[in-house]
């Protein structure tokens, strides 16, 4: 357990140091952020979940649902305790794919980052969807174009659209993909250490209540799925280490789109991801194992 761990914690402590000592911009973090996001977890998501499909295993599509479901959960309990605008933004959408990313193929391989590329749509598919609408008074249309310009939706249309065509992809070509995408979960992970080393000192009080929220629905809803069975063996473990994640360091480029409070939303995804991955994920990880 301790070597994967390691390949977590490495590449999130190496991304922390670098990012204390060199301060990226926020421009230079947007830009390697942008280039994992809409490259690189496009194509783990396609490897992963085709080759999964490919077999005729469909049973991961069931977390999309339950991802979606943690969302909507989080983002009505926020509205009925009348959060701020910025606090219900990073309840509803938590960081799926990054961190869950390098957690899941460390210790389940690409069956894991399949899981995980299932989890991250349903996840992005309603916060993108549901964001402009409730929280920032947009229309359905300004929804529906954030939601189609998420690059991995398009790594899952992809993988399900090969796979039910039954079209095998040439050995050279999915060998090829594989290794590229390999390189994402480290990057990730070391994403997520620049941003928490960078953002160190901007923390105030109540700015952990939204991701004590999230947990608090999403840990019985994911474990009321497993008891039904709805999700099964390493699909139900992911669910699990999902269900911890802090917020998406994605709501904050959201929240200036919304013309909400990108400091205080800033604030709430660092305190949330140094409590998440310091305390809550090792105590899920020795859960699952």
């Known amino acids: ?26 421009e230079q973090l ?3 952020e ?17 080759s999964r499909l490919i077999s005729g295993d469909f049973l991961g599509l069931r977390l999309i649902a339950l991802s979606a479901l943690c969302s909507a959960a989080a983002l009505a309990a926020a509205r009925l305790l009348r959060f701020s605008a910025e606090e219900a933004l990073t309840a509803m959408y938590a960081n799926a794919g990054y961190i869950p990313l390098g957690v899941a193929t460390s210790f389940w391989g690409q069956q894991g980052a399949a899981s995980v590329g299932f989890y991250i749509i349903g996840n992005n598919a309603f916060s993108n969807t549901a964001a402009p609408l409730v929280l920032g008074g947009k229309s359905l249309r300004e929804s529906s174009r954030r939601l189609l310009a998420f690059p991995p939706l398009y790594g899952l249309f992809l993988g399900l659209a090969l796979s039910l065509a039954r079209a ?61 069975q709805l999700v099964q063996g390493i699909d139900a473990r992911v669910a699990f280490i999902e269900s911890v994640m802090p917020s998406a360091a994605s709501c904050i480029p959201v929240a200036r789109a919304l013309n909400l409070d990108a400091a205080k939303t800033a604030r709430i995804v660092l305190v949330s991801t140094l409590f998440s991955t310091l305390v809550m994920l090792p105590f899920a990880v020795m859960l699952v194992r």
């Open 34 to 50: 942008k280039l994992i996001l809409d490259v690189l977890m496009p194509l783990v998501i396609f490897t992963s979940t085709y």
């Open 30 to 32: 947007s830009f390697f």
């Open 1 to 26: 357990m301790f070597a994967e761990l390691a390949k977590v914690y490495v590449p999130l402590a190496a991304g922390a140091a670098y990012g204390i000592l060199r301060k990226p911009s926020e």
């Open 168 to 228: 095998q992809l040439p050995e050279f070509i999915a060998s090829t993909l594989s290794t590229l995408a390999s390189t994402a979960p480290p990057l990730a992970l070391m994403a997520v250490g620049l941003e928490m080393g960078r953002s160190l000192g901007r923390v105030e009080a109540g700015d952990l209540k939204p991701y004590a929220l999230r947990v608090s629905l999403a840990v019985p809803l994911t474990l009321l799925f497993a008891a039904a």
